[in-house]
């Protein structure tokens, strides 16, 4: 009964780990992904690693050596960097003696408390590497040679400036009883500081061996004891952890597993890790947002900072902006506090996208606290030239600088769109001229943020001049050398320019804008120049009717007992005229040069001598040229008939004076 | 249309294009005014109906017409063309015999009549010259003419004779 429950219980522990193990599986596999890049395992790790061993040293060169001296110098192991944190312990098989560092080898170190107990000297020191060793460093205990032990451990991440977390705690321990554990318990000592590590060692007056039964717990590079002998043997056992969390350590048992069972001394020392400041991406960013030229500053990034222990003040900082390019619209980078008072120094007019805040004072401390990285746009003056570019532009906290160690996790920001990027030009110009006016003709560009145009008017030049981005105008403005002649909202696709000289050719160009002020380069209107007139009329002061009546096959007549005659009403005028084929309903005479079958020889003349021949129907011949205003022009006709016809009805021709401006 | 039809003509589009925007396209002021012309080609023409008179046997030296007391077999020439007209007629010799102003040996008159010819007939004897057999006739006018046959006083052959009688269009 007592056995089955047993195994109830153990199989039940064995699934609540199973469980566990799953749960924390799951957690470190990043899967789904819940958490913004980077993932948040990721940064658990590396903030656990705040502390890591490097490397170790023993003496004796060899494990259980028989060797006696009255001190010993020990070559510090490879690897090392400034402020690197060293541990050496050092052990005596004896008592009554006092250890002392007798060569510092150019570091500064810190002694523990001497002490003995079990036939055991013992004494721990530490320095923080300064990154140069003179000498080995040398330890001594007196006149009087005894078997010794010295173990030096580096430890890399450890507060430099205050390297203890919890005082070491020195005590003998009695000969155990078998299985001859030797337990260090918890809360021996209480660990202040979240990732302190813990390093316990153990000493005895015997070339004991040690295997560590608490899961955990490392052996110095897993090394789980060393021993020396020299009549009278020493062993000394060394493990450490990690106390992700501060307060009391955990147990920690150490086993002699030969020689032995064997009194000694033990100790416990908490090492504080180096002060960390976390960036974090903060709780929520601001709203996306579009500005434009002249824009006020405007948040871009909130960012959190977070120090695991004490306070300390961030004194420089970088934002990396993106896209590519973004860095050329924006005047001034600042970095504040969620009440926007300034935290660095303004960086203004960034050359790049990394933007490297040199004088900042923002105190860390514990407490999570927002800080914003805010922007302001350029003024339209200091943007890039036409066409400009619009960048959705992000910025984050890429670095800081400060003391020790630092965490840099402000992944995301706001995506505030900086718009100085030219909206599209308009598209299918065209132009009218008329009396004294020109009426302009465009198709508007499809932009979001289209809001309008500008028509700049020359007057015999080519327009030279834009408008300058920013500025609003009105019709009558001056910009260089060319007037504004229509200013229209984004809903207009034309305009009519008044007020001119008929005669005049007058050059015009077209701009857009959008809602931020940014102006295109601009388009030519299409035929321009375009130059206003009086308009051109004309007029037949005759009847307008030439009538040949009936006229044999072949015969020829002119119409001098019926002149016609145009009058320049408004002028003056080239004449043109063209005549149709002469028709009747079915049947046609074409004309020609020559009469024939179906085909007549019509001819016209200003003064019924000199002759000219409507070769091809609807072709335009010179009539006059330059005719004043009221002047008149008299039309003579001749007509041969067809030298055959399929038609005796009556056949017409339309005859057409053009009149158009000299 | 052709591969090279297609890039002649985007070549000649590009061109007037270019020549368009380089000169600047002038939209001036225009305005037109016309004449119409009209004329109508003279049509001359004349029909007769019913077109054939035929007088049957006739002793020598006698005389038969196609007056109502003869043959009535007036005939009518009508202007069937577009402008007014003026007849003529003609006629000719048969085969054996001659036309003459009177009647012979062989000689045979063939005269025609355009007034109350049915009741005081004045013939004209035909030569194979033209005569005037009407003037003024509008288009769609018409003329009613008689003809009538004096035969030869003796004669060298019996058959049948046959001539033609033309009547003849002219403008006046």
């Known amino acids: 009964m007592l056995q089955s429950l047993e195994k109830i219980m153990k199989r039940k522990f064995l699934q609540k780990i199973l469980a566990v193990l799953i749960v924390f599986m799951w957690f470190f596999s990043g899967w789904p992904v819940i958490w913004k890049t980077p993932r948040f395992p990721p940064k658990i790790k590396e903030a656990q690693a705040a502390i890591t061993f490097i490397n170790d040293a023993r003496l004796p060169v060899t494990n259980n050596q028989n060797i006696t001296a009255t001190n010993a110098a020990i070559t510090p192991p490879s690897s090392m960097a400034a402020g690197d944190f060293i541990l050496v312990y050092v052990a005596i098989r004896a008592t009554g003696v006092t250890i002392t560092n007798s060569n510092t080898g150019g570091q500064s170190w810190t002694a523990g408390i001497d002490s003995e107990g079990n036939s055991v000297s013992y004494r721990s020191f530490y320095a923080v590497y300064n990154g140069n060793w003179s000498a080995n460093p040398a330890w001594s205990w007196g006149s009087t040679p005894y078997p010794y032990i010295l173990w030096m451990l580096v430890f890399r991440g450890v507060n430099q400036s205050s390297p203890i977390d919890a005082a070491e705690n020195i005590a003998n321990f009695a000969s155990p009883t078998n299985p001859y554990d030797v337990t260090i318990g918890a809360s021996t000592i209480t660990t202040q500081t979240n990732g302190a590590v813990v390093v316990a060692m153990w000493a005895t007056p015997d070339n004991n061996s040690w295997a560590l039964q608490s899961g955990g717990w490392n052996n110095p590079n897993g090394q789980a004891y060393w021993q020396s002998s020299g009549g009278s043997d020493s062993s000394v056992s060394i493990a450490y952890q990690e106390q992700a969390v501060a307060g009391g350590n955990s147990a920690v048992t150490n086993r002699q597993t030969s020689v032995g069972p064997d009194a000694g001394i033990r100790s416990i020392i908490a090492l504080k890790p180096a002060s960390v400041i976390t960036v974090g991406n903060g709780a929520a960013e601001p709203s996306n947002t579009t500005i434009g030229p002249d824009g006020s500053i405007t948040d871009l990034d909130n960012f959190t900072l977070v120090t695991n222990s004490g306070t300390d003040t961030v004194t420089g900082a970088t934002v990396t902006l993106s896209p590519a390019g973004a860095y050329n619209n924006i005047a001034q980078v600042d970095i504040t506090d969620t009440s926007n008072t300034a935290k660095c120094a303004s960086v203004t007019n960034p050359a790049s996208n990394i933007v490297t805040f040199t004088v900042c004072n923002i105190p860390v401390t514990t407490s999570e606290t927002t800080y914003k990285i805010r922007i302001t746009p350029k003024t339209h003056a200091d943007m890039p030239a036409v066409p400009g570019a619009s960048y959705a532009t992000t910025g984050t906290v890429t670095d800081i600088t400060y003391t020790t160690n630092k965490l840099l996790n402000d992944t995301g920001s706001a995506t505030v769109t900086v718009d100085n990027a030219s909206p599209g030009a308009v598209s299918g110009t065209s132009g009218t001229p008329s009396n004294q006016q020109v009426q302009l003709n465009w198709t508007n560009p499809g932009d979001g943020d289209f809001a309008g145009v500008v028509v700049l008017r020359r007057a015999s030049s080519v327009v030279g001049d834009n408008p300058t981005e920013g500025v609003s105008y009105s019709v009558g403005n001056t910009i260089g050398s060319s007037t504004v002649a229509c200013v229209e909202d984004s809903s207009s696709t034309s305009c009519t320019d008044t007020g001119l000289n008929n005669g005049v050719p007058y050059h015009y160009k077209i701009f857009t804008k959008d809602v931020w002020g940014n102006y295109d380069a601009g388009t030519v209107f299409t035929g321009s120049p375009f130059t206003p007139q009086l308009p051109i009329s004309i007029s037949i002061t005759t009847d307008g009717t030439v009538a040949f009546g009936h006229l044999g096959i072949g015969a020829s007549a002119d119409s001098s007992a019926d002149i016609q005659t145009v009058r320049v009403d408004s002028g003056p005028a080239d004449l043109n005229i063209r005549s149709t084929n002469f028709s009747e309903g079915a049947n046609t005479w074409t004309l020609n040069t020559t009469n024939g079958a179906n085909q007549v020889k019509w001819e016209f003349s200003k003064d019924g001598t000199n002759w000219t021949t409507f070769a091809i129907a609807n072709n335009l011949y010179t009539l006059d040229t330059n005719v004043p205003s009221s002047e008149t022009r008299n039309i003579y006709f001749r007509l041969t008939m067809p030298t055959s016809t399929s038609s005796y009805n009556q056949f017409g021709s339309t005859v057409t004076i053009v009149a158009s401006a000299p | ?172």
């Open chain 2, 1 to 172: 249309m052709s591969s090279e039809i297609k890039r002649l003509l985007k070549f000649l589009i590009v061109i007037l294009f270019v020549l368009g925007f380089v000169a600047g396209i002038s939209v001036k002021a225009a305005d037109t005014a016309s004449v119409t012309a009209t004329v109508t080609a003279q049509n001359i023409s004349v029909t007769v109906n019913d077109g054939t008179v035929a007088y049957g046997t006739i002793s020598l030296s006698s005389s038969k017409d196609t007056t109502t007391s003869g043959t009535n077999d007036s005939q009518t020439a009508t202007n069937n063309g577009n402008v007014t007209e003026n007849f003529n007629i003609k006629g000719q010799d048969s085969a054996n015999w001659t036309l003459a102003a009177t009647a012979g040996p062989d000689q045979y008159v063939h005269s025609f009549c355009t007034s109350n010819c049915d009741s005081s007939p004045t013939w004209t004897p035909l030569t194979t010259n033209y005569q005037t057999l009407g003037t003024g006739v509008t288009p769609s006018g018409n003329v009613v003419f008689d003809l009538k046959i004096n035969t030869p006083t003796s004669t060298t052959n019996f058959t049948q004779q046959s001539v033609n009688v033309v009547v003849q269009a002219v403008a006046p």
